[in-house]
């Protein structure tokens, strides 16, 4: 059944003699594939296998249910992944030039493109979204990836390979400013216009949302955009601490100076030291020999934003705060200091005053720093912006995966603002993106809706529309449980027919199976039909 399955894609069933192979025919095997749910490529194979005088007829259906559970949790963690990577990509999509990036995964396909499609456009490259440029095994000496010859288009200067904690998530392809075809398809770059220290001019755009309380929010990031106080943003995981940061850094002051980024929480102690103060040649054993700028140097003249800063170690604290009040920083390894001048933006999601009191954060550095302290409110006290916010996120998905635009139907939205949302505007866009890519009908649904917000929302009332005399109102679980369950028994138990007749992914219909304990009359009507 492994093999069968195999070959042809589908659920398969093998019983006794029906084996070609003499030894095995004592078994009856059941079996399913196991499908990149992204990407549809198969990733291996589930079985069932047992003697054949105790076959059950559910065993194809357990070996499907179970299958489909797999291709769930893979969707959660593919966008998991993805969602570091982007994380990990940002500050190098902070420095890069106005031309673009293009963002590749750990297998070498292609995550986004944003606003490089032009350039490719222009020297007609195309990149396929599904097939590996194996650009992951890249070697800048050889100029070559997966032992061919990388894409004629991609010099080996542009390409960086993206770090986080030892493990590889993906490359970033970083684009030069002007380019332009040459006979003979050469690319030749120009110099870049670049900000002082380095970097290019970037902007994540406008923060989205019309709430009072992101409005109120909003109108004090104006104000403090134009002065030189150091700020603290305090707010939850997720809210967009770095957008604010970057929406006051693109005040009138200092918006062509660099802005430099540096998350002070997930790097080891002496990394960290090393990214935020820089180094000299021979500081340490393994430091590069030219030396490293380290980031407050970098951000001299413009903003050095610090996210998590409550996060910095204890001991590293006393030589910021120092470098806070003489405007000096030395690098490790050197005896002489370097001139700085820059304005801080710092982000936490932690109190720092509980911090202080605990011990784990210095009263002098936090009076030094929090100037002025820029709540930014939870997605939840701001659920007037989510349809917004749905619309944005969805046409971003749209143009970066190249899928059709799908609307989300009033109860979606609907159990949307009633979900607490712990992850924030982070956790919205991340599960917008996996609603779209993983809809298989015109619209988008509460069938498609994540088994966490659907669990989480059952509890409380619906908000239906006003029931007629002629049209009383169904409780939303108990309509959808008894549409899937009449679909069942009409498809005779074939889940894959079920699917496509509620337009729902397979992968979506075996948790609602499971979540309304559906199992059962799944396994009546399998046997019934024997």
């Not at 396909?109 to 590996?132: K, Q, S, W």
């Not at 030189?228 to 006051?248: D, H, M, N, S």
Request: charged share 25%; with cysteine; aromatic share 6%.
């Amino acid at each position: 059944a492994i093999g069968t399955a195999l070959s042809v894609g589908e659920p398969v069933q093998v019983h006794a003699t029906e084996h070609f192979c003499e030894g095995i025919k004592p078994w009856s095997c059941s079996a399913t594939v196991v499908r990149d749910p992204l990407h549809g490529d198969v990733l291996g194979v589930l079985d069932v296998s047992g003697l054949s005088d105790r076959f059950h007829g559910h065993w194809l259906a357990v070996a499907m249910l179970a299958a489909g559970r797999i291709q769930a949790d893979l969707v959660a963690r593919e966008l998991a992944l993805r969602h570091r990577l982007m994380e990990s990509g940002l500050q190098r999509l902070s420095k890069a030039s106005s031309t673009g990036v293009i963002l590749f995964d750990h297998k070498g396909r292609l995550v986004n493109e944003g606003t490089a499609g032009r350039f490719l456009a222009a020297i007609g490259a195309r990149l396929d979204r599904h097939a590996g440029l194996r650009i992951e095994q890249f070697d800048a000496d050889a100029g070559r990836a997966g032992g061919a010859a990388l894409p004629e288009w991609l010099r080996p200067e542009w390409v960086e390979p993206i770090i986080h904690s030892g493990e590889r998530l993906g490359t970033i392809v970083v684009l030069p400013d002007a380019v332009q075809r040459e006979p003979g398809r050469r690319i030749v770059c120009s110099a870049a216009t670049r900000r002082p220290g380095g970097e290019a001019s970037s902007s994540l755009g406008p923060i989205l949302g019309t709430s009072t309380a992101l409005r109120h929010v909003l109108e004090k990031a104006r104000q403090l955009a134009d002065l030189e106080v150091p700020v603290v943003l305090q707010g939850e995981t997720g809210v967009g601490k770095e957008r604010f940061a970057r929406a006051i850094h693109e005040g009138r002051l200092r918006r062509d100076q660099p802005f430099v980024a540096l998350n002070c929480g997930g790097l080891p102690r002496d990394i960290l030291a090393s990214e935020l103060f820089g180094y000299v040649e021979g500081a340490f054993t393994g430091a590069k020999r030219s030396g490293m700028v380290g980031k407050i140097e970098a951000a001299s003249g413009g903003t050095l934003f610090l996210d998590e800063i409550g996060e910095l170690p204890l001991d590293l604290q006393p030589y910021f705060l120092r470098v806070l009040e003489g405007g000096e920083v030395y690098p490790l390894g050197d005896a002489k200091p370097r001139k700085v001048q820059f304005r801080l933006i710092a982000a936490t999601n932690k109190d720092l005053r509980a911090e202080v009191a605990a011990g784990r954060f210095r009263e002098d550095l936090f009076y030094r720093v929090s100037g002025t302290v820029l709540r930014i409110p939870p997605l939840r006290e701001r659920k007037d912006d989510i349809p917004g916010l749905v619309e944005h996120f969805s046409l971003d998905v749209s143009r970066r995966h190249g899928v059709p635009m799908k609307p989300f139907e009033p109860d979606v939205l609907d159990a949307f603002e009633r979900y607490p949302w712990p992850g924030n505007v982070r956790q919205l866009r991340n599960v917008v993106e996996g609603m779209v890519m993983l809809a298989t009908g015109d619209a988008v649904t509460v069938t498609d809706l994540p088994e966490e917000i659907t669990s989480s929302v059952t509890g409380s009332e619906p908000r239906l529309p006003v029931p007629t005399e002629s049209a009383p109102v169904a409780d939303l679980s108990a309509v959808e449980r008894d549409a899937i369950g009449a679909a069942i028994a009409r498809r005779h138990g074939n889940l894959t027919l079920v699917a496509q007749e509620l337009r729902i992914s397979k992968s979506t219909l075996y948790l609602k199976v499971r979540k309304y304990g559906l199992d059962k009359l799944l396994l009546e009507v399998r046997l019934h039909d024997r």
